[in-house]
């Protein structure tokens, strides 16, 4: 199983809402990622979790909250979010430090916040 | 993280061999170089990586000269379905950062 999913594929929520998005992987991977892509940008790099733990932020806003229950689950808490947060958000895993490496990354969450 | 520029757009038609350069001046020791590749509304997917020297798989090639401060992603008889975005990464650490990418657009 080389697959991450990551669920729901569409969210719509309005700006006092919360919500969550969802990533799960099954390939013993331990370092999994969160990215936000604008249309027609590259993707952004969020947040990293290695070995269940946050190692990377950067520098994103509170109203975005990363859990990560396990190895294999990995949470995007949403709270008071704006209309410029619409966007794909993307989970990916690897198995460490990317050194020779891959990254398997999920089909990612279409967000449209109104 | 070293930088990386790669060419905004390219065009090609069916059937042809596609070269694909990305320029990293400031490479480390310890980077790797990873390409992806994407379509609209889907996550990035893995092409290739390398070090050094060339390195083929069943879908491209990379070629990275001694300096390792630029490499290339050659792709072999393109078809209407490679037409997708191409991302070059560079970096050693848990981060991939991307950059602008190159929009590969694929003629009939």
């Known amino acids: 199983d080389t697959e991450v999913t990551q669920t729901p594929k569409h969210l719509v929520m309005g700006m006092t809402n919360k919500k969550s998005l969802k990533c799960e992987q099954h390939?013993?991977?331990?370092?999994m990622y969160w990215y936000k892509q604008k249309a027609k940008k590259p993707p952004e790099l969020m947040f990293v979790y290695s070995y269940e733990k946050l190692s990377i932020n950067e520098s994103v806003p509170s109203r975005f909250s990363p859990e990560c229950p396990n190895s294999s689950l990995l949470n995007l808490h949403l709270h008071a979010l704006q209309p410029e947060d619409s966007a794909l958000y993307l989970c990916?895993?690897?198995?460490?430090?990317?050194?020779?490496?891959?990254?398997?990354f999920g089909q990612g969450t279409r967000l449209t916040v109104v | 993280l070293a930088k990386t520029t790669q060419p905004i757009s390219m065009d090609s038609y069916e059937g042809q061999e596609v070269n694909i350069t990305c320029s990293h001046n400031n490479i480390a020791t310890n980077d790797y170089i990873t390409w992806y590749q994407q379509f609209p509304s889907q996550g990035p997917r893995f092409i290739i990586q390398g070090y050094k020297t060339k390195v083929t798989n069943e879908v491209a090639s990379l070629f990275i000269p001694a300096d390792r401060k630029s490499s290339t992603l050659s792709l072999p008889r393109v078809s209407l379905s490679d037409t997708a975005v191409y991302y070059c990464?560079?970096?050693?650490?848990?981060?991939?950062?991307f950059g602008q990418g190159t929009t590969l657009q694929v003629k009939p």
């Open positions: 990916a895993s690897s198995q460490g430090d990317l050194k020779g490496t891959e990254a398997f």
């Open positions: 390939m013993g991977h331990r370092a």
């Open positions: 990464l560079v970096g050693d650490t848990g981060k991939l950062i």
